[in-house]
């Protein structure tokens, strides 16, 4: 293999005119087959269909062609892993090294595939995600954590070869709004730079780089390094001219512009406020209309008004303006103040020009969740679930009512996306607050689909996860999610005090009842009066078995658990397009959903073997969910009542941590012999 790879290369160097010198060369090893474990001289390992296999590596220097690669042990040995369906891979785990070497030669490239990669760090080079760039005869690997490493590509040249340093662009790519003079450079001595600004990669025949080069319209520019016949490997920079005819006066003129595809420009906000904010939308809204920015990555707060300019990307997300994706703010300044929704009848909130509007409806008449003014009717939507705790059309308010919202369009159909609605028969600033309950089993005791505004009284309850505008606590005994826009609380607190706010059973659009909660963010009256007493308190999930989630998920909601011995039923499911899977134990069957779109991508599913899954449990059409926080690496089947020698202990087992064992005198998970075992 490698013979013909330098022969290649060498036939590529004489088609371009250079010597065989100017082209890096490569290796692969490959830890994922096994003709690759062959080639670099590893004994595969047998297939153990029960609980997988290993081959240990440290302590032995393994070559292919001229590299060489050495590990050495973590917190657990590293090794040849093989699943127990098969799949092969190279494993090293926290503080283990493993070293990349070649005699006469300089590493100018290292590129890995596997799972974790961003766990390792490099002692020399640069170093992302699986990405070494340098020149080094040696390159040595940190783990941080355990990393699965399928096939490494190690890119060289002869030692007497000049590495040359890859050339450097000021400014760097980025967007701008008026035309760069970028400059090139290299750190390597008597270099020579060459580039192309048509995307095109560039070589010695390209154009040779003397001065500044001008760029006044969007470019990717591409630049190579030679001293003599040896280059560096290529830079590249995109750079994002934005026009004077993509400056935009106002956020009318924002829309104006549109036709059918997305535009990018300078937006120039003129006394804009922030007039409402719900996790990732923001609503924005100046003299002239309003924006939705979708997210933008921008913190600011409701009622904050906003000067100066932004580049932005405009679109329309089923006929909703918005403006989607990361925003600059480095170029807006903002100052507190207050939003006033803007008194709005029926019929203006179905013209165009006031959607995004932060509106009110003072005594508008509604009938079965549309409001109405004899002639036109507008869909009042939950969209953020303030109202009902549902994305819905609020189907059961018929009467007269007070309205906050947002106005909103889905494709054709106009909509109201209600933030708050108080009856006219009722008075908002008097609420009744004389239901109170004194625990969280109280407050679910008493819990139906109608929501009752109530006060819960709490005494060091523990804050058990906070994302978003969701808020888990439990008392010890029974857990409650506080559906609420920043609370100012962090998992591990403790509080005490008074939550007001209403409580229910929410339903979903074909009425199955839901997970129980407070909601307090835009409820008249509502608020949470707690004081922290301490804070980074350990936050212990509660072991349970799926047994107890099916029999009565409402004895663990809103609590932190943790499930072992899991298996997947969906043995195929893809993390990264399914949000949603069902999982296994004893028989048992739930759902877990990634509500908070933790990042599960590195997992491998294994039929075969079965898992520790974390979570907060929640109810879905009447039954357990758990909204998945963590799912650890495989770990065998439970074993009962096992043995083994002291001898065996004394020279292989080790807690989970890293940490030897002399004897094993509890259950838990431990490593014996590199292999782990769950002890009952």
């Known amino acids: 293999m490698k013979n013909f790879t330098t022969l290649k290369v060498a036939i590529a160097a004489l088609l371009l005119g250079l010597s065989a010198n100017a082209m890096a060369d490569e290796v692969v090893l490959t830890f994922n087959t096994s003709d690759g474990l062959s080639e670099l001289g590893i004994t595969e390992p047998e297939l153990d269909s029960t609980n997988?296999?290993?081959?240990?590596?440290?302590?032995?220097?393994?070559?292919?062609?001229n590299v060489s690669m050495e590990t050495t042990d973590g917190s657990t040995a590293s090794r040849i892993w093989k699943s127990t369906a098969g799949a092969l891979d190279l494993r090293i785990y926290k503080t283990a090294t493993l070293t990349l070497s070649m005699d006469g030669y300089n590493i100018t490239g290292i590129t890995m595939t596997g799972n974790d990669l961003g766990k390792l760090t490099a002692d020399s080079g640069t170093y992302s995600s699986g990405t070494w760039e340098g020149a080094a005869n040696s390159v040595v690997f940190t783990a941080s954590a355990t990393v699965k490493i399928k096939t490494i590509t190690v890119t060289y040249q002869d030692a007497s070869a000049v590495v040359v340093s890859k050339p450097v662009a000021s400014p760097a790519g980025g967007t701008y709004t008026e035309a760069q003079s970028v400059t090139l450079s290299c750190d390597t001595e008597g270099a020579t730079i060459y580039y192309t600004t048509d995307g095109t990669a560039p070589t010695n025949a390209s154009t040779k780089y003397s001065s500044a080069i001008a760029i006044s319209e969007t470019t990717t520019l591409k630049a190579i390094a030679y001293v003599g016949d040896d280059a560096s490997s290529v830079m590249t920079e995109t750079y994002t001219i934005v026009s004077a005819d993509d400056i935009y006066e106002n956020i009318a003129a924002l829309k104006a512009a549109y036709s059918d595809t997305n535009i990018t420009g300078t937006l120039k906000f003129t006394d804009a406020q922030v007039t409402y904010v719900n996790g990732s939308n923001m609503y924005v809204q100046d003299a002239t209309g309003a924006v939705c920015l979708y997210n933008s990555g921008l913190s600011y707060t409701a009622g904050q008004i906003l000067n100066g300019t932004a580049v932005v990307t405009y679109t329309l997300y089923k006929n909703l303006p918005e403006i989607t994706g990361t925003v600059d703010g480095s170029n807006l300044t903002a100052t507190d103040g207050t939003a006033t929704p803007v008194e709005m009848s029926v019929e203006d909130a179905l013209k165009e020009e006031n959607l995004c509007k932060y509106i009110s409806m003072t005594g508008a008449t509604v009938e079965a969740g549309y409001a109405t003014d004899g002639t036109n009717t507008v869909a009042l939507y939950d969209q953020y679930k303030l109202v009902s705790g549902s994305k819905a059309i609020l189907t059961d308010?018929?009467?007269?009512?007070?309205?906050?919202?947002?106005?909103?369009?889905?494709?054709?159909?106009?909509?109201?996306?209600?933030?708050?609605?108080?009856?006219?028969?009722?008075?908002?600033?008097?609420?009744?607050?004389?239901?109170?309950?004194?625990?969280?089993?109280?407050?679910?005791?008493?819990?139906?689909?109608?929501?009752?505004?109530?006060?819960?009284?709490?005494?060091?309850?523990?804050?058990?996860?906070?994302?978003?505008?969701?808020?888990?606590?439990?008392?010890?005994?029974?857990?409650?999610?506080?559906?609420?826009?920043?609370?100012?609380?962090?998992?591990?607190?403790?509080?005490?005090?008074?939550?007001?706010?209403?409580?229910?059973?929410?339903?979903?659009k074909a009425g199955a009842e839901n997970s129980f909660e407070v909601v307090i963010y835009n409820v008249d009256g509502a608020s949470m009066n707690l004081t922290t007493s301490s804070t980074g308190n350990e936050v212990t999930p509660v072991a349970v078995e799926m047994a107890d989630l099916t029999?009565?998920?409402?004895?663990?909601?809103?609590?932190?658990?943790?499930?072992?011995?899991?298996?997947?039923?969906?043995?195929?499911?893809?993390?990264?397009?399914?949000?949603?899977?069902?999982?296994?134990?004893?028989?048992?069957?739930?759902?877990?959903?990634?509500?908070?779109?933790?990042?599960?991508?590195?997992?491998?599913?294994?039929?075969?073997?079965?898992?520790?899954?974390?979570?907060?449990?929640?109810?879905?059409?009447?039954?357990?969910?758990?909204?998945?926080?963590?799912?650890?690496?495989?770990?065998?089947?439970?074993?009962?009542?096992?043995?083994?020698?002291?001898?065996?202990?004394?020279?292989?087992?080790?807690?989970?941590?890293?940490?030897?064992v002399n004897a094993i005198t509890k259950g838990g998970l431990y490593i014996i012999n590199g292999k782990k075992v769950f002890v009952k």
């Open 52 to 65: 997988g296999s290993y081959t240990a590596l440290s302590g032995t220097t393994y070559s292919l062609g």
């Open 397 to 508: 308010y018929t009467g007269t009512y007070n309205i906050v919202a947002i106005a909103g369009v889905y494709n054709t159909t106009y909509e109201l996306f209600v933030i708050s609605m108080t009856s006219e028969e009722e008075d908002p600033d008097t609420p009744e607050t004389d239901v109170v309950y004194n625990s969280i089993a109280e407050a679910k005791a008493a819990a139906s689909t109608t929501a009752v505004f109530a006060t819960l009284n709490l005494t060091d309850a523990l804050v058990e996860y906070v994302n978003g505008n969701y808020c888990f606590i439990t008392d010890g005994e029974d857990g409650i999610l506080v559906y609420y826009s920043e609370t100012g609380l962090s998992a591990g607190d403790k509080v005490s005090g008074s939550i007001t706010g209403n409580f229910y059973i929410y339903k979903n």
């Open 551 to 660: 029999a009565d998920a409402r004895d663990y909601e809103s609590q932190y658990v943790v499930l072992e011995g899991v298996s997947f039923v969906d043995t195929d499911w893809d993390a990264e397009s399914n949000r949603s899977c069902t999982i296994t134990q004893d028989g048992e069957e739930i759902e877990f959903y990634n509500q908070f779109k933790i990042d599960l991508s590195s997992l491998e599913i294994d039929a075969n073997e079965t898992y520790t899954v974390y979570g907060i449990v929640t109810v879905y059409n009447g039954v357990a969910q758990l909204y998945v926080l963590d799912i650890k690496d495989i770990i065998p089947s439970a074993i009962n009542a096992i043995t083994v020698d002291s001898e065996t202990v004394k020279s292989g087992t080790y807690t989970i941590a890293g940490q030897k």
